[in-house]
């Protein structure tokens, strides 16, 4: 009689390409759990009482080149020094990098990711420029932003396995414009290993929604910076990270709306975006 599992029947873990073919049939464990302790990991949260929190690193692109037909982003000195407060008072070692070349910003953050991050607890990096869907611009060029954060996956950056990797990213990534609409308001001591996904423990926070505009002011800095950084002072120290991005999400949504001579410009709404591949809740000490 097959093996059951939940109820249904067990069979082999196959993945949902359309044509994807090997000459290795894949374990009939790999879905299986491993035992009942496993099953409720998920109620964990990070480990974070490390000698030091970690590293913060801040690249903040204002001036670009000629050639890249990109304006200068006034307003973003201010968000890198709320960036740069907010995380040097969570207890974190703070880096900033202004108008670095994509060479720089790829060279930097290869530098981190071959750090000995033994010691601490997470890593954050938060990257101010312009953008599109998937890249950055550095002040000469563009470049894939999973080029800059693969740098980090579990398989490459061994010291951070298993712990907390936050991105947010300042910056467009396409060109719509949301008009908005009415509404009416309503630590483990254990010492077993075990694998885990090289992707798994990444935090993407984005500015904006896939497609869209992110909107910066030219003094008070961007709607996403100023909302980030609020919400971490106000929460930081009683909400889990994803609870207080919730809020940074509802403070952009409710409190911000574009003010532009241009009128295909003016009152128009923005949503950040959050993906999470966080495997515990994460709490800042």
Request: neutral net charge; contains cysteine.
């Amino acid at each position: 009689m097959a093996d059951t599992q939940n109820g249904t029947r067990k069979r082999e873990d196959n993945t949902d390409a359309g044509s994807f073919v090997s000459g290795l049939q894949v374990s009939l464990k790999a879905g299986a759990v491993k035992d009942k302790s496993s099953k409720l990991s998920h109620l964990f949260s990070y480990k974070m009482d490390y000698p030091e929190m970690g590293l913060c690193v801040i690249i903040n692109n204002k001036n670009f080149h000629p050639s890249t037909h990109m304006g200068m982003r006034n307003g973003t000195d201010l968000d890198a020094s709320r960036l740069y407060n907010t995380f040097k008072s969570m207890g974190y070692k703070v880096e900033v990098y202004n108008d670095q070349k994509c060479t720089d910003i790829f060279g930097r953050l290869k530098k981190v990711s071959e750090d000995d991050h033994s010691n601490r607890a997470s890593f954050v990096c938060a990257l101010l420029s312009h953008g599109e869907d998937g890249k950055l611009y550095g002040v000469d060029d563009c470049l894939p932003i999973k080029t800059l954060t693969g740098l980090f996956r579990g398989d490459r950056c061994k010291t951070l396995v298993g712990k907390p990797k936050l991105f947010f990213i300042q910056a467009c990534r396409g060109t719509d414009l949301d008009p908005g609409v009415e509404t009416d308001g309503g630590s483990e001591s254990s010492e077993e290993t075990y694998r885990i996904p090289v992707e798994a423990d990444f935090l993407y926070a984005y500015s904006t929604v896939p497609g869209y505009y992110s909107w910066r002011n030219t003094v008070n800095g961007s709607w996403f910076i100023q909302a980030l950084c609020e919400m971490l002072k106000l929460h930081g120290k009683n909400l889990e990270l994803v609870q207080i991005l919730t809020c940074v999400n509802h403070m952009v949504a409710l409190e911000f709306e574009s003010c532009s001579t241009q009128i295909e410009f003016h009152a128009k709404k923005q949503i950040p975006c959050v993906v999470s591949m966080l495997t515990k809740a994460l709490y800042f000490p």
